[in-house]
């Protein structure tokens, strides 16, 4: 008896996860069927150019707004039939079968945003054989054998975070102490974002470093570490925030510490660039925000012509990002702000 | 001055601790550690216990004060997980309870935006609530009456409850403005942080209606051995149900005080691996996780323990990758002082150094 009512439980158990899943994906873009079915779905069209799309999905903001973004870039109207292929649960095995189905299909090009970077050698061979160009969008692979690709684009993080230094030498000459706020520890981002700022703050010695800790990316803990570290050095001139929720924690421990944000209190410098931020930046709750800019859609097709003429490209294209240094500029950027 | 008053306060409170029998206590030592850790910070910063009074914000300020502050939410949840725990289940939903329901508070602010209605940030914390006391019955009626092991149940709607909040606010952070709603996490009542007020009132009224009613003795009793309970008359599923959901509306509430104090409500962020300070707090509160014998006060310290030590990490400036580490080493200190095992072990030392007066005489007068 008592197995029976296991059993149906678990049923149900499973029923309500389905159901779930189920509700998660209906947020995201069309086409989110299952990635080995997409590619075989659709019939070959007439002279567009067909390229497949080897996807993340559904991970985060600032994924959809990229993904979104190569959907809109890549229309029927432009000359594009593009088969979106998202992994199922960013597991790498639902992408290296739909990558391998697209070069069975012969579509005309590849893009991979991988969700892991190993294991791609032998997909990627097997494209190159077919004389398929591929891609990479955001992510890159490992080992990063750049024979095997066309090209790839994304954001630098590290020149991403130079200008965040830049723009505090620049600005505030005076210097004084600072502090950062870090992702998670042995993440490659942070690694990144740690060697840009301090490629250019090591030359900038009147700003003193007075701690560094990580706030997991996430605000309440953001708030929680600069309020600590307000106690222990009330002085501190500039928070750096690698991610913007860490860097609007920090503004609300600034703010009740009974201090502003701002060049006559506490300094705050954001990556990344959501709504969210841009809204803070607005309203002076933050001082800088650098973009890490998931919207490249239109470098992307410039290279992706290239690659379909058999141009040789750069192994690596810098996405152009942007920095928003004062409430002014937040205001006019945000009425079309896309993530 | 109020250095003086700061440790005068503490040592007093250090004092009446020790007076209360408090060596007796399962929860004895998370107060040493606690006091050990704070001792460590005050060795960094004499100025570490000082609490003084902000004019231009109207607010006490203090390391004291951010601990409290800090484990909020934490004692909440520990609270509900110390009565989950005593019926020999456990709740690892805990922390999507909390990001659901500062999901749905967050969304409902953004959607109505009334920056200043009391009523607005009423429904939203009835709604934050609504959606942890769901969470909380989903969990209790598969545990009861389709009779799934806790663990598993729970674990689902771990995994569930955090895409419920995705798609309550449909994959974004939310944000939202509501001067009432963040007063109940932010603001102070003479000087004193409300949030502080507000957890302790909630525990205070929780533990008198586990202690005065029959209702601990129950949970108790069917932590410690369901069938003979079952025989004295004790049916389990209402009890089941009844801290299951207490366990999810607390979480809730903590997830309040969580997306209250920032005002955004972070998806994948807010209560991330809360279930397992939770259930932290928990046994270093001195309850078995093998259900049976509970105590609230012992969560209050556990919880408690646990803010100082996060607290502690930040201001000793202990680098980011060692964080882990560090409290790891912590936490298997206190559970080894904890251990029956251990002291026993100490105990036989001691006694048989007592048997042999020539090896040891001065160990016997020792022990």
Known sequence: ?339 | MSLIVGIVAFVGFLVAGIVYKLYRSQWFWGIVAIILLLSANLIKDPGYLSITYSEATGRLVGNLVDILRWSAPIMLIAVGMVLVIATRGIDLSVGSSMVAGGAAAMQFLSVVKTPDSVSGAAIAVLLAILTGAAIGAINGLLVTYVGLQPFITTLVMMMAGRGIAKVITGGQNTAADSAPFKWLVNGTVLGFPVVILIALAIVTALALFVRRTAFGLVVESVGINPSASWMAGIRPNGILLTVYILSGVLAAIGGVFAVGSVMVVDISGTGYQSELDAILAVVVGGTSLAGGKFSIRGAVVGALLIATLDKTVLFLGISGAATPAFKAVVIVLLCLLQSQRVRNLFTQRRAAATADPAAAPKASVAA
């Open chain 1, 1 to 339: 008896m008592f197995n029976n009512q296991l059993r149906w439980g678990l049923g149900l158990i499973g029923a309500i996860a389905l159901t779930f899943t189920a509700a998660g994906c209906a947020g995201t873009p069309a086409g989110t069927g299952a990635p080995a079915e997409s590619p075989a779905q659709t019939q070959p069209a007439g002279d567009l150019t067909t390229i497949g799309f080897v996807a993340v999905g559904p991970e985060g903001a600032w994924r959809k707004a990229n993904e979104q973004n190569v959907q809109d870039t890549f229309t029927k109207e432009a000359g594009f039939d593009l088969k979106y292929a998202p992994a199922a649960n960013l597991d790498q095995k639902s992408q290296i079968d739909a990558f391998t189905a697209f070069v069975d299909e012969g579509v005309d090009l590849i893009l991979l945003s991988a969700t892991e970077a190993t294991g791609w050698e032998d997909s990627l061979q097997r494209a190159q054989e077919a004389e398929i160009p591929v891609i990479l969008v955001d992510r890159g692979i490992s080992p990063d054998d750049t024979s095997l690709y066309a090209t790839r684009l994304a954001p630098n993080n590290v020149t991403v975070a130079k200008s965040i230094a830049e723009w505090l030498v620049a600005n505030y000459p005076d210097g004084g102490e600072y502090i950062t706020l870090e992702g998670p520890a042995g993440v490659g981002v942070v690694d990144e974002r740690n060697q840009g700022f301090d490629e250019v703050i090591s030359g900038a010695p009147q700003w003193k470093k007075v701690g560094a800790q990580t706030a997991n990316w996430k605000v309440d803990e953001g708030k929680s570490v600069t309020e600590t570290f307000l106690k222990s050095n009330p002085n501190i001139k500039f928070v750096f925030a690698q991610n913007d929720e860490m860097g609007l924690g920090a503004s609300e421990a600034v703010t009740e510490a009974g201090k502003v944000v701002g060049a006559d209190g506490v300094l705050i410098a954001t990556i990344d660039g959501t709504k969210n931020a841009i809204q803070a930046l607005a309203d002076g709750k933050l001082s800088f925000v650098a973009e890490y800019n998931p919207l490249f859609g239109d470098q992307l097709l410039d290279a992706v012509k290239k690659a379909l003429a058999g141009e040789k490209q750069e192994p690596y294209i810098e996405v152009i990002s942007t920095t928003f240094d004062s409430p002014e500029a937040a205001k006019a950027a945000l009425p079309d702000r896309k993530f």
